[in-house]
C-alpha cells in the first residue's frame, strides 16, 4: 500500500502538466466583448488633446455616416504595428476618430509625427471613463459606428492588413 503512496504526487504533476499544456495548446476565448454592440453610444464630450484637433463628442458620431471610432495611446506598441492599416483605412476614404486615453499632448504629437495621422478628432480621455463606458477593455481597439451613432462592430486588438477588407465590410454593412 506504501508504494502506491509513493506515485501520487507524480501522477498529480502528470495531471497539472496535462491540463496546463491543454490550455496552451487550445486557450479559452478570453477576450470580453463590449456589450454596447447593436446599440447607441453613451453620451460623453472629450476635450480635444491637441490644439489643431477637435475633441470629440458623441454627436461627432452620429452624422449619417458610419465611422471608426479607433481607442489608442502613444504607449501602446501594438496601436504602433496597426499605424499602416489605419494609414491605408484613411487613404480608402474612412473617417476615423480617436480616443486618446491616459496620454500627454506632447507624447500623441510625436506618435502621429513619426507613425502617421489618420484621425479627424481626437478627444482626450485621461481617465479612460469613456473607454470603460463605451466596453473597451484595453488598447487598441476600433469601433465601427453606423451613422446614428451605434456600435456596429468592435475589433479587439491592433488591426493587421488582413483586418482592412473585414473593417471595410463592416463599415458598408453599417450603412
Known amino acids: 500500500m506504501k508504494r502506491w503512496l509513493l ?17 496552451l495548446i487550445a486557450p479559452p476565448d478570453t477576450v470580453v466583448k463590449s456589450a454596447l454592440i447593436g446599440k447607441p453610444l453613451p453620451d460623453f464630450a472629450l476635450a480635444p488633446l491637441l490644439p489643431a484637433k477637435p475633441g470629440l463628442d458623441r454627436g461627432d458620431l452620429a452624422t449619417g455616416k458610419p465611422r471608426l471610432l479607433n481607442v489608442f495611446a502613444s504607449w501602446c506598441v501594438p496601436c504602433i ?32 509625427a513619426r507613425h ?15 473607454q470603460i463606458s463605451i466596453g473597451s477593455s484595453g488598447v487598441p481597439e476600433t469601433f465601427v459606428i453606423d451613422g446614428q451613432g451605434r456600435i456596429a462592430a468592435q475589433h479587439i486588438g491592433d488591426i493587421r492588413e488582413e483586418d482592412v477588407p473585414k473593417l471595410l465590410k463592416a463599415l458598408e454593412d453599417a450603412r
Do not use: C
Not at 491605408?88 to 486618446?100: E, P, Y
Not at 502617421?116 to 469613456?130: H, K, L, N, T
Open 81 to 112: 504595428a496597426e499605424a499602416p492599416q489605419l494609414m491605408k483605412l484613411k487613404a480608402a476614404g474612412v473617417q476615423i476618430d480617436a480616443i486618446a486615453i491616459r496620454d500627454t499632448p506632447q507624447a500623441v504629437a510625436a506618435f502621429l
Open 7 to 23: 506515485w501520487v504526487p507524480l501522477i498529480v504533476f502528470a495531471g497539472l502538466v496535462a491540463v496546463a499544456g491543454s490550455r
Open 116 to 130: 502617421g495621422d489618420p484621425y479627424a478628432r481626437i478627444g482626450s480621455d485621461p481617465q479612460s471613463q469613456v
